[in-house]
């Protein structure tokens, strides 16, 4: 077998190479892939995506051997798994710097990859040949969602037995099966000790599990492509003799050395929080969450942790209002679809389809329709690749009034987060309504108004000036 | 062209930052909503967070007025020696039959406790932080609170709240507050205050000390590591 290799290397590497592709995937992955030279500040938060994934796996990984998923009350009144996080916080040696670490990990999470979806975002590094990196992205965005929602039940205190109680009550108003299903997911008629047991083992095991596998997916597809730029610019376009791209650079040393300096930069950040301002506010560890778990007592106002207050927003932009603004929608498909230049009989087909869904959007609850909204919001960013028409992919080339349009759909995004923390009042209500229906025309539309205004000439070669 | 693009970049890197900052005034507004309680908290002297002669008058405070009815059972009598009290000074202040490695629990049953109060008086491990909230600190609700008690005929206890209205809890310090000046009661409370924040977050102390430390090993770190890819860097034209 070994003799049909060519292994070039000698000793104990040669031995390892004969029977386990070291040198070559190190070669593949690190010394001899080539990355575009150009990359900027958004370029970090994909290393840095793996760093906190890492923290969180690891220091998760200590936190179970002192944590335990027990609803029942101890001794003194207190839920033990309540008491089982102080007792980390106190006891185990070192206990309050692993929880804060992985307290402050799950928002770091969050942040590292908001920025690094926003960097795919704006630079088109969804676009082909990258369709599947961005759906392997997604996919992960998912579970990092799920991941986080599970974790948070665990310190079982007021937030995390309320924010699992609304987020699974909205299961009940899924048509026929909702009320079956919820029962189904707590595996109790309301949140206790089943769920937490279960939620725990989706936390630890099951979501980290699929976690990792779709990190792997997403950059060997990465890796087999190559990495996009901030000029959109393909680098293998341009080649040397020996193949090698020209304004691609080895990744190990020159982005490793660089994504150290990340790390640095995002240590220190990381760390401030971590030992002056672990609860930062509130924001990161809600200080309601202090209170242990009470089925008897409901918080006036629940919010869910600020980073999935976008989205929350938008479930709660979804009252019967908004059920209206579903059927216009469904109506103007409808007559975009007569003005298509489609055979007769799909036209007929969709345009019915759509009235049934108009009706749908009347006949069923609200709150149904406001979960599907929340989860379409996220299912909306998988289909990206295919309503980007644009004829190029950066953002740097793109007609001014598209830096603005994106411009606005951050800002947008901000605002629906923040309302989402608040507890519901009524220009926040009449904001989330049309920020909601911004989001979604902004990626609905986008295969309209990505054809549309003057680009610029998109260079042969990279943008880089020497540092 | 280069430094065309370079522009944009930074432009682009601007308007983000922009953005930022136009929404967090735009949410800066509604802020007020966010705001709860009846009173707004009197902040607690701050000095007295960090005083640990405050905070051990604080324990003596608590074990002689709340520990009848309050545990801190995430707390062990031993660590009290954290803020510095000494073996003997720590058994003086235990309940009789209490060991030093025992948790600080109260005697009271839960279950009476509901029938008379209403509700089981809750355990204090984690008050001074459960009580924060964006109108301010948890140890400056408690502050605020344990000095709001008035006469209210109209309630069981035949006490009232104003920060927490429709309390439970009977005025418990009413002896001592009687018994004081104002400026004496407030002291006394701001130390039991301050106690309970210790009590929140033993840890919170040392934390900020191993802060620091990182923090320095971290600006080190940074600068090693700008110079380092600086000198790769140098090679990429």
């Known amino acids: 077998m070994a003799s049909e290799k060519n292994v070039t290397t000698t000793g104990l590497l040669g031995w390892i190479d004969t029977r386990f592709p070291l040198t070559k995937l190190y070669k593949e992955h690190l010394s001899e892939y080539y990355a575009p030279k150009n990359f900027n500040f958004f370029y970090f938060f994909g290393s840095l995506a793996m760093v906190v994934l890492a923290l969180q796996i690891i220091t998760g990984i200590f936190l179970t051997m002192h944590y335990k998923p027990d609803a029942s009350l101890n001794a003194a009144g207190v839920p033990v798994a309540f008491a089982s996080v102080e007792y980390i916080m106190r006891e185990v040696p070192f206990g309050w710097l692993i929880r804060y670490m992985h307290s402050t990990g799950a928002s770091a999470f969050f942040v590292v ?193 600020w980073y999935f207050t976008p989205f929350y927003s938008m479930l709660r932009a979804v009252t019967d209002l908004f059920t209206w603004v579903m059927v216009a929608s469904a109506g103007l498909g409808a007559l975009a679809v007569l003005r298509a230049r489609w055979p007769m009989m799909i036209k007929g087909g969709a345009i019915a389809a759509l009235l049934v869904l108009a009706i749908t959007f009347r006949v069923f609850d609200a709150k149904f329709w406001g979960v599907v909204i929340m989860g379409g919001a996220v299912i909306i960013l998988f289909f990206l690749p295919w309503l980007d028409h644009s004829p190029v992919k950066s953002i740097r080339y793109r007609p001014n009034w598209h830096k603005a349009l994106y411009m606005v759909f951050l800002v947008n995004f901000f605002i629906l987060g923040y309302l989402g923390v608040l507890p519901p009042f009524p220009f926040g209500q009449a904001y989330s309504l049309v920020g909601t229906v911004f989001y979604f025309a902004f990626f609905a539309l986008m295969p309209i108004w990505s054809r549309i205004g003057d680009f610029k000439p998109v260079p042969e070669r990279v943008t880089f000036k020497p540092h | 062209m280069r430094r065309v693009k370079d522009l944009t970049m930074k432009k682009l890197f601007k308007s983000f930052l922009a953005a930022i900052a136009v929404s967090l005034t735009f949410a800066a507004a509604p802020a007020a909503f966010a705001a709860g309680g009846p009173v707004a908290l009197d902040a607690i002297p701050a000095q007295k967070l960090s005083d640990r002669a405050a905070m051990q008058n604080g324990a003596k405070t608590f074990m002689s007025y709340c520990l009848g009815c309050h545990g801190l059972s995430a707390m062990r009598y031993s660590r009290l020696a954290d803020i510095g009290m000494t073996e003997e000074q720590i058994k003086a202040v235990m309940p009789p039959g209490a060991k030093p490695g025992d948790y600080i629990r109260t005697s009271l049953n839960r279950a009476e406790a509901k029938d008379w109060f209403g509700a089981a008086p809750p355990d204090l491990s984690v008050t001074a932080r459960s009580r924060s909230s964006h109108s301010g600190a948890g140890t400056d609700w408690i502050y605020t609170f344990l000095r709001t008690y008035y006469e209210d005929a109209s309630r069981p206890t035949g006490w009232n709240n104003k920060t927490y209205v429709g309390v439970g809890m009977p005025h418990v310090l009413w002896d001592a507050q009687k018994s004081k000046s104002p400026a004496e009661f407030d002291s006394m409370v701001g130390d039991l205050a301050a106690f309970l924040n210790y009590v929140s977050e033993p840890a919170q102390f040392s934390r900020k000390t191993i802060g620091m430390v990182v923090m320095a090993f971290l600006a080190i770190f940074f600068v090693l590591a700008w110079r380092l890819n600086k000198v790769y860097w140098k090679n990429i034209k």
Not at chain 1, 133 to 156: D, N
Request: proline share 8%; aromatic share 16%.
């Open chain 1, 113 to 305: 990859v908001y920025l690094h979806m926003w960097r795919g975002l704006i630079y088109g590094s969804y676009r082909s040949p990258r369709e599947l990196i961005w759906i392997f992205g997604c996919a992960i965005f998912l579970c990092l969602m799920a991941e986080a929602f599970f974790g948070y039940l665990l310190p079982w205190g007021q937030m995390s037995y309320w924010g699992a109680q609304v987020i699974v009550n909205l299961f009940s108003a899924v048509p026929l099966i909702g009320p079956d299903l919820s029962v189904w997911i707590r595996g109790d008629f309301v949140v206790g000790d089943a769920t937490l047991n279960r939620f725990f083992a989706f936390h630890v095991i099951a979501i980290p599990l699929v976690l990792v596998g779709l990190v792997a997916a997403h950059i060997i597809a990465l890796h087999e492509v190559g990495s996009n730029n901030p000029d959109g610019v393909e680098i293998k376009k341009n080649k040397n003799a020996e193949g090698i791209p020209l304004d691609g650079i080895p990744f190990h040393p020159y982005y490793s050395v660089h994504d150290i300096l990340g790390i640095a930069g995002f240590l220190i950040l990381f760390c401030a929080v971590v030992f002056f301002a672990p609860e930062l506010g509130g924001y990161f560890l809600e200080f309601n969450n202090f209170i242990p778990a009470d089925p008897l007592v409901t918080p006036p106002h629940i919010a869910p942790v």
